[in-house]
T-cell receptor, first 111, second 115 residues
Framework: GQQLNQSPQSMFIQEGEDVSMNCTSS?????WLWYKQEPGEGPVLLIA?????ELTSNGRLTAQFGITRKDSFLNISASIPSDVGIYFC???????????FGTGTQLKVEL | DTAVSQTPKYLVTQMGNDKSIKCEQN?????MYWYKQDSKKFLKIMFS???????INETVPNRFSPKSPDKAHLNLHINSLELGDSAVYFC??????????????FGPGTRLTVL
């Protein structure tokens, strides 16, 4: 089946640093999504990408849909303590509503 | 106002028991989902219902039976619980719009522990 691999698996960074994480797939997706999950909560959508090559920002977050349709990256600029959590990429195949989630990147921010 | 709510938040039970988890959304969405998140935080879809009809069933054991009494509710019933069923179960909903699927909104999760 389809698999989405995220890297790094976890990150421990200093407050104020920029963060970059990526997601690669063995299959093509038509939509890429990035979610954040905080402890004890469900995932919350951060950014949605609908076209290959698309670059979209949401505040300090920027994500890009790879031109091969098999990858995506997420950048967080000037990280703050509330950025901690697990970040998931997710891919959506065309016409359907089945999300395939990545393996997650756990972000920890040191003050 | 809670958009997607699940009950209970925590469920601890013995192996072999039957249990249900309830989900309700007040967003007016047409589609609801159940996901399972294992101990390694991997999230995997289990089921999806659109207007009370099953549209996705991901090779889940038939001990798991979703029930959608109406568009706003999707309950998950689990028979003969096994140790491997221990996980966090998330309900989600979305409104299909045009050729794209709208954002999926997730509930807070139900942590199921089977002893």
């Amino acid at each position: 089946g389809q698999q989405l691999n995220q890297s790094p698996q976890s990150m421990f960074i200093q407050e104020g640093e920029d963060v970059s994480m990526n997601c690669t797939s063995s299959s093509i997706f038509n939509t890429w999504l990035w979610y954040k999950q905080e402890p004890g909560e469900g995932p919350v959508l951060l950014i949605a990408l609908y076209k290959a090559g698309e670059l979209t920002s949401n505040g300090r977050l920027t994500a890009q849909f790879g031109i091969t349709r098999k990858d995506s990256f997420l950048n967080i600029s000037a990280s703050i303590p509330s950025d901690v959590g697990i970040y998931f990429c997710a891919g959506l195949t065309g016409g359907g509503n089945k999300l395939t989630f990545g393996t997650g990147t756990q972000l920890k921010v040191e003050l | 106002d809670t958009a997607v709510s699940q009950t209970p938040k925590y469920l601890v039970t013995q192996m072999g028991n039957d249990k249900s988890i309830k989900c309700e959304q007040n967003l007016g969405h047409d589609t609801m989902y159940w996901y399972k998140q294992d101990s390694k935080k991997f999230l995997k879809i289990m089921f999806s219902y659109n207007n009370k009809e099953l549209i996705i069933n991901e090779t889940v054991p038939n001990r798991f039976s979703p029930k959608s009494p109406d568009k706003a509710h999707l309950n998950l019933h689990i028979n003969s619980l096994e140790l491997g069923d221990s996980a966090v179960y998330f309900c989600a909903s979305s409104k299909i719009a045009g050729g794209y699927t709208d954002t999926q909104y997730f509930g807070p999760g139900t942590r199921l522990t089977v002893l």
